[in-house]
């Protein structure tokens, strides 16, 4: 397990050495979102019953940053690795691509829930918030920051340059957490919009996370996390084998 230490060890180091970019500033853009759209919405739009729209607002915020962090750690890492040629460095070593993975993936897990613990702290002050199912919090959030490092990984293997990554980043992660139910629930769309709300796997994950919140969420929780493992699996499988493969990595 050398190996795996080492390289868990230096993705962890990367992103903790520039915590005011990594860490702050995600907490920050967060606190700033609670602050614009609370102020505004607050006696305009209530949810549930009895929760006001901050409080309901709040987790979505948490959940929101887990996602962006955990997708930004794996991305980021590996396309920097492979544009500056260090990633041979990676390659050479005696490490399995279950090592790789599990790495690369935990770390970003290990970031994402940093950041998601530093928004909840510092927007709890403005909402009421109760923890009605501890345990549904902590498997969404641990979840949902797997799935999105192993799609970061994708992201990373798959691209050769930043404008690639920004393009999978603007055009696929930015749109499926804003249109996952961060700042509404989707009963208040219209039909059709409800139904396409509910291809996307993030919406699954921010409702479920909100569920050990409030105890009231859109759909099933057991249907949310059954939707997450699902596609965790997938993506996990299909990163391990570009790894095995060494898709794009070993030219």
């Not at 102020?39 to 929101?64: D, I, K, N, S, W």
């Not at 005696?94 to 790495?103: D, K, N, T, V, Y």
């Amino acid at each position: 397990m050398t190996g795996f230490n080492t390289l868990l060890y230096k993705e962890v180091l990367r992103f903790w050495k520039v915590a005011t970019q990594t860490i702050t500033a995600p907490v920050m853009t967060a606190l700033l979102y609670l602050l614009i759209f609370g102020h505004v919405l607050e006696e305009h739009v209530q949810v549930y019953p009895g929760v006001r729209y901050t409080a309901f607002l709040v987790p979505g915020l948490v959940m929101m940053s887990v996602l962006q962090n955990s997708f930004a750690n794996s991305s980021s890492s590996l396309i920097q690795s492979k544009i500056t040629g260090n990633l041979v460095f990676v390659l050479l070593p005696p490490l399995s691509h279950w090592e790789i993975f599990g790495a690369y993936v935990l770390a970003a897990i290990l970031r994402g829930l940093t950041v998601g613990a530093g928004v909840f702290i510092v927007t709890a002050w403005f909402a009421d918030l109760h923890f009605v199912a501890p345990l549904w919090i902590a498997l969404f959030a641990l979840l949902g920051a797997a799935m999105l490092g192993t799609m970061g990984l994708i992201a990373g293997i798959w691209a050769e340059k930043f404008d690639q990554l920004a393009a999978f980043q603007n055009f696929l992660i930015m749109p499926a957490t804003f249109l996952s139910g961060v700042f509404y629930s989707i009963h208040s769309l219209p039909p059709f919009w409800q139904g396409l709300s509910r291809f996307n796997p993030f919406f699954y994950m921010i409702d479920g996370f909100r569920f050990g919140f409030f105890g009231k969420s859109d759909v099933d929780p057991v249907f949310s996390l059954l939707i997450v493992t699902v596609f965790f699996l997938l993506l996990a499988g299909l990163a391990v084998q570009m790894l095995q493969r060494g898709y794009k990595l070993r030219h």
